[in-house]
């Protein structure tokens, strides 16, 4: 089992910032890449970014390059995802994600990803 936990969402006025977290209290290691998605009211749950144990490897959706990193402290077993200059389109309920297996950025579809956090709210608003 992987458990994660993710946490950090909230309120925040247009070009402001949030740092998500997302812990992962059970396996751990190279063979689990994890990644964020994100479901907007209506709509489907989307890709954010993804890294992989090594942290060199990471993938981005393109409406989030330049804006979003996504970091992990593998010491620690959590991931953030540093989200700047944010707008109302940001705004949704955003999931961590873990998959046991390799890593690639082509891994973008939920179906690849097992495991998921409960999800936490962000909100883009003036």
């Known amino acids: 089992q992987v458990p994660l936990a993710d946490s950090g969402g909230g309120t925040v006025q247009p070009g402001g910032s949030l740092r998500l977290s997302c812990v992962n209290s059970g396996r751990t290691g190279p063979d689990y890449p994890m990644a964020w998605f994100r479901q907007a009211p209506g709509k489907e749950r989307e890709f954010v970014a993804s890294?992989?144990?090594?942290?060199?490897?990471?993938a981005y959706a393109d409406s989030v390059k330049g804006r979003f990193t996504i970091i992990r402290d593998n010491a620690k077993n959590t991931v953030f995802l540093q989200m700047n200059s944010l707008n109302a389109e940001d705004t949704a309920v955003y999931y961590c994600?873990?998959?046991?297996?390799?890593?690639?950025?082509?891994?973008?579809?939920?179906?690849?990803?097992?495991?998921w956090g409960q999800g936490t709210q962000v909100t883009v608003s003036p």
């Open positions: 890294i992989a144990w090594t942290g060199g490897n990471t």
């Open positions: 994600a873990a998959r046991m297996g390799t890593y690639s950025s082509t891994y973008r579809h939920t179906r690849f990803w097992r495991y």
